[in-house]
T-cell receptor, first 112, second 115 residues
Framework: EAQVTQNPRYLITVTGKKLTVTCSQN?????MSWYRQDPGLGLRQIYY???????DKGDVPEGYKVSRKEKRNFPLILESPSPNQTSLYFC???????????FGPGTRLTVT | AQTVTQSQPEMSVQEAETVTLSCTYD???????LFWYKQPPSRQMILVIR??????QNATENRFSVNFQKAAKSFSLKISDSQLGDAAMYFC????????????FGTGTRLQVTL
C-alpha cells in the first residue's frame, strides 16, 4: 500500500530534550516536506526537500533540522524543543513539485 | 513572498445544496499549481482538486469544481449536492515551479453541513 508513515503519532516531552520524528514514504517520491498545523494558522511549511541531499527552508524553520540521506526518509529533528513547538506535525511527499502531496497521519507533539 | 488568503473561517450549507469557498493568492510567478485539501475530523489531509495555472479550463472532480481566475488571483471551490461527509476543514494551497518551491497554505475554512 502506497503510504507515508510517521512515528511517533503522539509525543509528550520536556523542554530541551532532543527528539526526532521519523517520516518514510514507499512511493519513490522526489519531493518531501514537513508542516506544522496550529489553530487559526493553517499548515505552515517547516522544511522541504526536492531530492536526496537537497533541503531548503520553508516558512518556519527556526528550531528544526532535517536531513535527506535516503530518498524514502525525511526525519525532523528538534535539538532543543520549546513549548512554542507544541503542535500537530505532518510529513508529506509527492512525485514532483506540482503533483498531489500525500500526507502522513500526523504527529501530535506536546512540549512542557 | 507568496500568500494565500481564505477569508471565510466558517461556512455552513444544507445537505444537497451548493456552497462556494473562496481563496485568493498573491504571487509574481506565472507557472504554479493550486490545490484544495480537505481535513476531516480524523486529521487526515486529502486532496480534493488540483489546478495547473497554465490551463485555462477549470478543474472538476465529480461534485467539486473550481473557478480559477488567474488575472484576479482567485481560486474558489464549489461543492455541489453537499453531503454530510463533506463536513471538514478545507485548505487552499499554492506552489510555484521555480527553484524555491515552498507549498503555502491558507488558514482554512471550516465547513458545516446541516440536515
Amino acid at each position: 500500500e502506497a503510504q507515508v508513515t510517521q512515528n511517533p503519532r503522539y509525543l509528550i516531552t520536556v523542554t530541551g530534550k532532543k527528539l526526532t520524528v521519523t517520516c518514510s514514504q514507499n512511493m519513490n517520491h522526489e519531493y518531501m516536506s514537513w508542516y506544522r498545523q496550529d489553530p487559526g494558522l493553517g499548515l505552515r511549511q517547516i522544511y522541504y526537500s526536492m531530492n536526496v541531499e537537497v533541503t531548503d527552508k520553508g516558512d518556519v524553520p527556526e528550531g528544526y533540522k532535517v536531513s535527506r540521506k535516503e530518498k524514502r526518509n525525511f526525519p525532523l529533528i528538534l535539538e532543543s524543543p520549546s513549548p512554542n513547538q507544541t503542535s500537530l506535525y505532518f510529513c508529506a511527499s509527492s512525485f514532483s513539485v506540482g503533483s498531489e502531496q500525500y500526507f502522513g497521519p500526523g504527529t501530535r507533539l506536546t512540549v512542557t | 513572498a507568496q500568500t494565500v488568503t481564505q477569508s471565510q473561517p466558517e461556512m455552513s450549507v444544507q445537505e444537497a445544496e451548493t456552497v462556494t469557498l473562496s481563496c485568493t493568492y498573491d504571487t509574481s510567478e506565472s507557472d504554479y499549481y493550486l490545490f484544495w485539501y480537505k481535513q476531516p475530523p480524523s486529521r487526515q489531509m486529502i486532496l480534493v482538486i488540483r489546478q495547473e495555472a497554465y490551463k485555462q479550463q477549470n478543474a472538476t472532480e465529480n461534485r467539486f469544481s473550481v473557478n480559477f481566475q488567474k488575472a484576479a488571483k482567485s481560486f474558489s471551490l464549489k461543492i455541489s449536492d453537499s453531503q454530510l461527509g463533506d463536513a471538514a476543514m478545507y485548505f487552499c494551497a499554492y506552489i510555484n515551479t521555480g527553484t524555491a518551491s515552498k507549498l503555502t497554505f491558507g488558514t482554512g475554512t471550516r465547513l458545516q453541513v446541516t440536515l
